[in-house]
């Protein structure tokens, strides 16, 4: 029986003993890869695509928060929105997730005076709590027609970028964003080549808004079943970019 088949055997005969609580205080991160690694082997009948799919669960659906900065040392702020809210006549408004948005960057802006990048929502509710010197936000782009077109969290970080007048002047960046949006924030900032971090000491909003005009935002589950989506599709762009590289 090789590693990865004994890691298997003894963490299944852990979870059959064990509470959850229990088996996650158990389990090392190694070895519950390589418990997955042997069923995706199993299932999949392919070794390197195993190997790959077990490693991309770790890092994308068991993993959810950030590697933390210590506010002392970030150089600057930049936060997410998360759901809106709109009237009867179309119109948006920030909506309750975003005010606790705001009211995080808030007190990390008064914890350190960095300067602010925030989605229009978040600048809305923020008002004068952070001082307009300190204060960008971030606005959709209009249509022709005069319609809104949505900005991706990967727009608004190259928007941020753009503004801020290049990557090296943002230094490191603290983002803020809603707790299981939050990894992907991250990511999607890194991405655009800033240097990023979740805030060390910092609780991210965790409260659904169940009146969001954005369906995939109202609720919990919902939500982590889109967020996956949105990083299975993140990782598979990439690994066709990849492919299409090494041509």
Do not use: C
Request: net charge negative.
């Amino acid at each position: 029986m090789n590693l990865i088949a004994k890691s298997a055997v003894v963490i299944i005969s852990a979870i059959t003993l064990a509470s959850p609580s229990v088996i996650a205080a158990q389990l090392s991160d190694a070895d519950l890869q390589a418990a997955m690694e042997a069923k995706l082997t199993e299932q999949l009948k392919d070794e390197k695509v195993a190997a790959h799919t077990a490693e991309f669960i770790m890092n994308n659906l068991l993993t959810w928060q950030g590697e933390p900065l210590p506010l002392d040392q970030a150089d600057s702020i930049i936060a997410y929105a998360f759901g809106n809210r709109i009237a009867e006549n179309g119109n948006q408004s920030p909506g309750p997730m975003n005010k606790a948005l705001a009211d995080t960057v808030v007190e990390i802006y008064e914890k350190t005076g960095k300067p602010v990048y925030a989605q229009w929502e978040i600048a809305q509710e923020i008002g004068d709590r952070v001082e307009a010197k300190d204060l960008t936000a971030i606005y959709p782009k209009i249509g022709s027609d005069g319609t809104i077109i949505y900005l991706s969290t990967i727009g608004v970080a190259e928007e941020i970028v753009k503004l801020a007048g290049g990557a090296d002047k943002l230094g490191k960046a603290v983002v803020v964003g809603f707790y299981e949006h939050s990894l992907r924030t991250i990511n999607t900032t890194k991405d655009a080549g800033i240097e990023a971090y979740a805030p060390e000491g910092i609780e991210l909003p965790h409260d659904y808004d169940e009146e969001s005009g954005q369906p995939w935002t109202r609720d919990a589950l919902i939500f982590v079943m889109h967020e996956i989506r949105n990083r299975g599709t993140n990782e598979r762009t990439r690994l066709i970019e990849q492919a299409n590289q090494d041509k």
